[in-house]
């Protein structure tokens, strides 16, 4: 697959999976993301749900369908195709068998901010919407979810305060809730599209600037601890185009063969759904991160 481009599913259509995560489950990867395929205006489209693929390979990607739906039967609903769902990340929760999914819930104008929950029993869904919150009374725009490997304790990661920090807000055992415990990094940074990652005692996040559909540079960030001392490195992008995150943003961080690889977007601003995509893998060595261009991306 051409690395910036838009990639095609096994229907020959543009794959519906912006702002996503890549989850390997019992052997299969399942990409979840914005389902997008709506016509741009204003650089936005209507909310269309979250779609779901599934691939061996990463390369053939099987279209699993919507499966988190919108609501157009309820303007007041958080799913209607009024409002905004961002940046949809899943959990497994083995203890009781489900998937949990989080997402940016907001209002077309971003006032809302708010984070979104739903459940499935099955990894294509459907999600059943349990509701949108503010994490431990705060704002929650862009965000991730990470699972630390240390503790088994998972946390939304989100842009707060009007995105000039980024927060730690853990979650409960059944990903359901917060537990209160919630850690600021990079205050007054303001960095959004935040991926994560722990490598050998060191905690990685790679975050953008907040430029909105416009790449910006990329940096990462290293601490030995959750929560606190996350400090801002350097931008970890060489090759052309790293200036700008070779055009793109990032959105996850997954292991592919045992190594770091980056899930990218490449936002088309007037024509959103036709965006594309780039899996770059990364070398971390200690305080020390480099996320080289490729044209290809070759999958597994
Ligand atoms: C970006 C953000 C995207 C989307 C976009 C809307 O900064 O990373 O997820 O919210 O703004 O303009």
């Not at 905690?203 to 601890?225: D, I, K, M, R």
């Not at 090759?239 to 190594?259: D, L, V």
Request: with cysteine; aromatic share 12%.
């Amino acid at each position: 697959m051409k690395n910036g481009t838009c990639w095609l599913d096994d229907r020959g259509l543009p794959i519906q999976a912006h702002g996503g995560m890549i989850l390997l489950h019992e052997g299969t990867y399942f990409w979840y993301g914005e389902n997008k395929d709506a016509p741009t205006t204003g650089a936005s489209v209507p909310l269309m749900g979250v779609s779901c693929y599934s691939s061996q390979d990463l390369r053939s990607w099987r279209h699993e369908g919507i499966v988190l739906s919108n609501r157009p039967d309820d303007p007041s609903h958080p799913l209607h195709p009024s409002k905004v769902c961002e940046r949809p990340k899943v959990l497994y929760d083995p203890k009781n068998r489900r998937f949990v999914m989080w997402f940016h819930a907001d209002s077309r104008d971003y006032a809302l901010a708010m984070a979104g929950c739903a459940v499935a029993d099955s990894p294509t869904g459907p999600f059943r919407f349990l509701g949108g919150q503010a994490p431990n009374r705060r704002d929650c725009r862009d965000m991730t979810l990470f699972q630390d490997p240390v503790s088994g304790k998972a946390y939304l990661v989100h842009s707060g305060d009007w995105n000039k920090t980024l927060y730690f807000s853990e979650l409960t055992d059944d990903f359901l809730g917060f537990t209160g415990v919630c850690y600021p990094a990079m205050a007054d940074q303001e960095r959004e599209a935040p991926a994560l990652w722990y490598q050998e005692g060191l905690y990685y996040a790679v975050t953008s600037g907040c430029t909105g559909w416009e790449p910006n540079s990329a940096l990462y960030s290293v601490t030995p601890q959750l929560s606190n001392g996350m400090k801002l490195m350097d931008n970890p992008c060489s090759g052309p185009g790293y200036r700008r995150t070779f055009g793109a943003q990032s959105s996850y961080i997954f292991e592919i063969g045992g190594k770091p690889h980056i899930l990218l977007d490449h936002w088309k601003p007037e024509d959103l759904k036709h965006s594309g995509y780039s899996i770059l893998p990364m070398t971390i060595e200690g305080l020390w991160m480099e996320i080289a261009w490729r044209e290809e991306f070759e999958g597994v």
